[in-house]
């Protein structure tokens, strides 16, 4: 059967919110930090791993409807002594919780009407009168010793974490709302029966999904001293800013989906860069990484079902609102390769990473002016190695989605989309029915690139015959055995289909590290052919052919209803593990006009140095037949070699960059500042852009790739 994986369906619950009074503490940090705190066995992520959950494990058992669950969490170097959790943070019995309403000042403004009870283990339940609130006007406030921390009550749910994480939700990024757009929150949450606001949850999502970023806190850091290292790290950041940005959309432009539901194939690009720890003895070098979407075959006693990489797009009715639910499963496939100080390499494959899953948790979204579809997603963890030596967790942060929709809200056939995301990989021991958590294997920080085309009942090889597409491709080969350890292959040109055969003609280039750590580039083609054929699906209701193809032996893929937009995971090809996208040539000329949502990733190589950038946020805009701009905005992650030291996320250096715009014809297009050059095409439509970017002018040597899509 055709299937996504089971997986627990919390769309946006409401959320609950706490007052409460208790004795004051001017303790100074040194008796906060000597103060015993044991608590009998609860809840506690560090000993509760497991799959289909996110991170921030629920704890929200045996509460009503207007109740929430309380803890706090502070920094180690605040009390070492304390029940550890996950993040390197501890559990602490707070000396003080207060809840009081306010706004975008932070002031404490008024009184909630609430009654607390302590459970007893350093939790504590808060009971509204008026149930949970939902927007960000009332805070629950908890101390111990001289350390404040504050929360949202409005958390979806209602196991509510107060820590640096929710702390700096309030303080840095609430208060940036000016009283104007903080009151047009506030009308959104308070709208009634007779005019609701589509955003009305926003806030009790982002208040529960800043707990499921995976951020060690050091040892050594206070609580001022934890909140400047969120405040430095990009994801973190943007990603809360871009949340509270979407909570101000505004009704007119903010809908949904019409159509009940939709399915989608899924393919997925995902490139990494991080750090291994899982061979101590090489001293925790730098790790680039790729992941390719798969099909899984899960088998039991009751027989077997596939789970083909999916996305599904869902309208239906709660709490009076018509709502988008987005929800998507991709099995992937990893391969990564570690480089040592000393330019050692070593290659790691489905020998180490068994199949894996991107399942995000399903969730309320927005589709904004019918063409951007906008949330906030939250990954699920998984579990590899179950029945091994060793149990690998992983674990991903949130990331905000803000993707391209094909056709408008009745029949969308495409749903493009570029995002990052940190994550671990967390050695587990088991311990009776539980995983606990023991040393992390590796940090990975992944841009992603995902194209979502509907599925086509019935499809035939009939829709693609005679035409003739431009075509892209980007893919890594990383393998020790080879004289370049690590090759970045991208190729742009055509194809051309008859029946099952396609002739291409392309050009490439090439990105490489040889075996000493030397950086070369160089351009070639690729010609000759493809063979293209079904990939026949085993859904419930028996075999169908549903849009998914095979392209040779190691290649798949799928194909929109309408036959223009092609795109293909390839596994172990001539170019290693990537992507091949191609969309219809067209005769007409390409845009002229318009403002592009650029998202995507590019690679880059220097002696003594790897570096991952993110293009997220960034801005194309067409100013004439021969002119553009491209307003750079994205995260960067750097690999310094010789010191095997890898960032975290940090801002890429925003530009306006002057291009000159050429139409090259049949959709083909190019740009240049006479450093970059970003080279491809655009659909029929004028909606996509598909771009190579290749930068070979400095000491550091970039290839990658771009998706730029309509802004409304």
């Given at each position: 059967?055709?299937?996504?994986?089971?997986?627990?369906f919390?769309?946006?619950?409401?959320?609950?919110?706490?007052?409460?009074?208790g004795?004051?503490?001017?303790?100074?940090?040194?008796?906060?930090?000597?103060?015993?705190?044991?608590?009998?066995?609860?809840?506690?992520?560090?000993?509760?791993?497991?799959?289909?959950?996110?991170?921030?494990?629920?704890?929200?058992?045996?509460?009503?409807?207007?109740?929430?669950?309380?803890?706090?969490?502070?920094?180690?170097a605040?009390?070492?002594d304390?029940?550890?959790?996950?993040?390197?943070?501890?559990?602490?019995?707070?000396?003080?919780?207060?809840?009081?309403?306010?706004?975008?000042?932070?002031?404490?403004?008024?009184?909630?009407?609430?009654?607390?009870?302590?459970?007893?283990?350093?939790?504590?339940?808060?009971?509204?009168?008026?149930?949970?609130?939902?927007?960000?006007?009332?805070?629950?406030?908890?101390?111990?010793?001289?350390?404040?921390?504050?929360?949202?009550?409005?958390?979806?749910?209602?196991?509510?974490?107060?820590?640096?994480?929710?702390?700096?939700?309030?303080?840095?990024?609430?208060?940036?709302?000016?009283a104007?757009?903080?009151?047009?929150?506030?009308?959104?949450?308070?709208?009634?029966?007779?005019?609701?606001?589509?955003?009305?949850?926003?806030?009790?999502?982002?208040?529960?999904?800043?707990?499921?970023?995976?951020?060690?806190?050091?040892?050594?850091?206070?609580?001022?001293?934890?909140?400047?290292?969120?405040?430095?790290?990009?994801?973190?950041?943007?990603?809360?800013?871009?949340?509270?940005?979407?909570?101000?959309?505004?009704?007119?432009?903010?809908?949904?989906?019409?159509?009940?539901?939709?399915?989608?194939?899924?393919?997925?690009?995902g490139?990494?860069l991080?750090?291994?720890f899982?061979?101590?003895?090489?001293?925790?070098?730098?790790q680039?990484?790729?992941?390719i979407?798969?099909?899984?075959?899960?088998?039991?006693?009751?027989?077997?079902?596939?789970?083909?990489?999916?996305?599904?797009?869902?309208?239906?009715?709660?709490?009076?609102?018509?709502?988008?639910?987005?929800?998507?499963?991709?099995?992937?496939?990893?391969?990564?390769?570690?480089?040592?100080?000393?330019?050692?390499?070593?290659?790691?494959?489905?020998?180490?990473?068994?199949?894996?899953?991107?399942?995000?948790?399903?969730?309320?979204?927005?589709?904004?002016?019918?063409?951007?579809?906008?949330t906030?997603?939250?990954?699920?963890?998984?579990?590899?190695?179950?029945?091994?030596?060793?149990?690998?967790?992983?674990?991903?942060?949130?990331?905000?989605?803000?993707?391209?929709?094909?056709?408008?809200?009745?029949?969308?056939?495409?749903?493009?989309?570029?995002?990052?995301?940190?994550?671990?990989?967390?050695?587990?021991?088991?311990?009776?029915?539980?995983?606990?958590?023991?040393?992390?294997?590796?940090?990975?920080?992944?841009?992603?690139?995902?194209?979502?085309?509907?599925?086509?009942?019935?499809?035939?090889?009939d829709?693609?015959?005679?035409?003739?597409?431009?075509?892209?491709?980007?893919?890594?080969?990383?393998?020790?055995?080879?004289?370049?350890?690590?090759?970045?292959?991208?190729?742009?040109?055509?194809?051309?289909?008859?029946?099952?055969?396609?002739?291409?003609?392309?050009?490439?280039?090439?990105?490489?590290?040889?075996?000493?750590?030397?950086?070369?580039?160089?351009?070639?083609?690729?010609?000759?052919?493809?063979?293209?054929?079904?990939?026949?699906?085993?859904?419930?209701?028996?075999?169908?052919?549903?849009?998914?193809?095979?392209?040779?032996?190691d290649?798949?893929?799928?194909?929109?209803?309408?036959?223009n937009?092609?795109a293909?995971?390839l596994?172990?090809?001539?170019?290693?593990?990537?992507?091949?996208?191609?969309?219809?040539?067209?005769?007409?000329l390409?845009?002229?006009?318009?403002?592009?949502?650029?998202?995507?990733?590019?690679?880059?190589?220097?002696?003594?140095?790897n570096?991952?950038?993110?293009?997220?946020?960034?801005?194309?805009?067409?100013?004439?037949?021969?002119?553009?701009?491209?307003?750079?905005?994205?995260?960067?992650?750097?690999?310094?070699?010789?010191?095997?030291?890898?960032?975290?996320?940090?801002?890429?250096?925003?530009?306006?960059?002057?291009?000159?715009?050429?139409?090259?014809?049949?959709g083909?297009?190019?740009f240049?500042?006479?450093?970059?050059?970003?080279?491809?095409?655009?659909?029929?439509?004028?909606?996509?852009?598909?771009?190579?970017?290749?930068?070979?002018?400095?000491?550091?040597?970039?290839?990658?790739?771009?998706?730029?899509?309509?802004?409304?």
């Open positions: 059967m055709w299937l996504q994986r089971p997986a627990l919390t769309l946006i619950a409401l959320s609950v919110q706490l007052t409460a009074c004795g004051g503490s001017d303790d100074s940090l040194e008796e906060a930090a000597g103060k015993p705190n044991t608590f009998p066995p609860a809840t506690n992520a560090l000993d509760d791993f497991q799959s289909g959950t996110t991170g921030d494990s629920n704890n929200s058992s045996g509460l009503a409807a207007n109740e929430v669950r309380v803890s706090l969490e502070v920094p180690a605040i009390a070492p304390g029940e550890e959790t996950r993040r390197n943070l501890r559990l602490v019995t707070p000396d003080r919780i207060d809840v009081y309403r306010s706004n975008h000042t932070l002031a404490r403004l008024a009184s909630v009407d609430v009654d607390l009870r302590s459970e007893g283990n350093g939790r504590h339940v808060i009971t509204f009168s008026d149930g949970q609130p939902l927007g960000p006007d009332v805070i629950i406030e908890a101390s111990f010793g001289n350390t404040v921390f504050r929360s949202l009550a409005a958390d979806e749910d209602r196991d509510i974490k107060v820590n640096p994480f929710s702390e700096f939700l309030i303080r840095d990024v609430l208060s940036t709302y000016s104007a757009e903080f009151d047009q929150v506030m009308s959104c949450v308070n709208s009634g029966e007779d005019n609701l606001c589509l955003n009305k949850y926003v806030w009790s999502t982002l208040a529960d999904q800043v707990h499921d970023f995976e951020i060690e806190i050091p040892s050594n850091l206070d609580g001022a001293g934890t909140l400047a290292l969120l405040g430095e790290r990009r994801d973190f950041v943007s990603y809360t800013a871009d949340m509270a940005s979407f909570a101000l959309l505004d009704s007119a432009s903010a809908g949904t989906i019409s159509a009940s539901s939709v399915d989608f194939n899924s393919v997925l690009l490139i990494e991080g750090q291994s899982l061979e101590p003895n090489l001293g925790a070098p730098g680039w990484g790729v992941r979407a798969q099909e899984e075959l899960l088998q039991d006693e009751n027989g077997s079902a596939h789970v083909y990489p999916a996305l599904t797009l869902t309208s239906f009715n709660v709490f009076d609102i018509n709502v988008t639910s987005v929800t998507g499963d991709i099995p992937y496939r990893r391969e990564t390769l570690v480089q040592t100080a000393g330019n050692d390499f070593l290659s790691r494959g489905n020998e180490t990473w068994d199949l894996n899953t991107h399942a995000t948790a399903p969730g309320a979204a927005t589709l904004q002016d019918a063409v951007r579809l906008v906030g997603r939250a990954f699920y963890q998984s579990i590899t190695g179950q029945d091994s030596s060793r149990v690998i967790g992983w674990t991903r942060n949130p990331f905000f989605l803000d993707a391209f929709v094909a056709d408008g809200d009745t029949t969308p056939s495409q749903v493009l989309a570029g995002y990052f995301s940190a994550g671990k990989a967390i050695e587990l021991e088991r311990q009776g029915d539980q995983l606990k958590r023991l040393q992390t294997l590796d940090d990975h920080y992944l841009s992603a690139i995902e194209l979502n085309l509907a599925r086509a009942e019935d499809f035939s090889l829709t693609l015959d005679g035409k003739t597409y431009n075509v892209m491709t980007l893919g890594l080969e990383l393998n020790q055995n080879l004289a370049s350890p690590f090759v970045a292959e991208s190729a742009i040109g055509t194809w051309t289909v008859n029946g099952s055969s396609i002739s291409r003609n392309l050009t490439t280039q090439v990105l490489s590290r040889d075996g000493s750590g030397t950086v070369a580039s160089q351009v070639g083609a690729r010609v000759g052919g493809h063979s293209l054929t079904l990939r026949e699906a085993q859904l419930s209701s028996g075999p169908q052919q549903i849009g998914r193809l095979n392209l040779d032996s290649g798949i893929g799928a194909s929109t209803p309408d036959g937009l092609l293909f995971n596994d172990d090809s001539e170019i290693g593990d990537g992507l091949v996208v191609a969309g219809q040539q067209f005769p007409g390409a845009p002229t006009s318009g403002s592009y949502r650029v998202q995507g990733v590019a690679l880059g190589l220097a002696a003594n140095s570096l991952l950038s993110h293009y997220q946020d960034a801005t194309l805009t067409l100013t004439s037949s021969t002119t553009a701009t491209l307003a750079t905005a994205g995260l960067t992650v750097e690999h310094t070699v010789a010191s095997s030291k890898v960032s975290t996320p940090t801002a890429m250096a925003s530009a306006d960059i002057a291009l000159s715009y050429a139409d090259l014809g049949n083909q297009i190019s240049t500042d006479g450093v970059q050059v970003l080279t491809g095409f655009v659909t029929a439509d004028h909606q996509s852009l598909f771009l190579r970017l290749v930068n070979n002018s400095g000491a550091r040597q970039e290839l990658g790739l771009l998706l730029a899509t309509r802004l409304p």
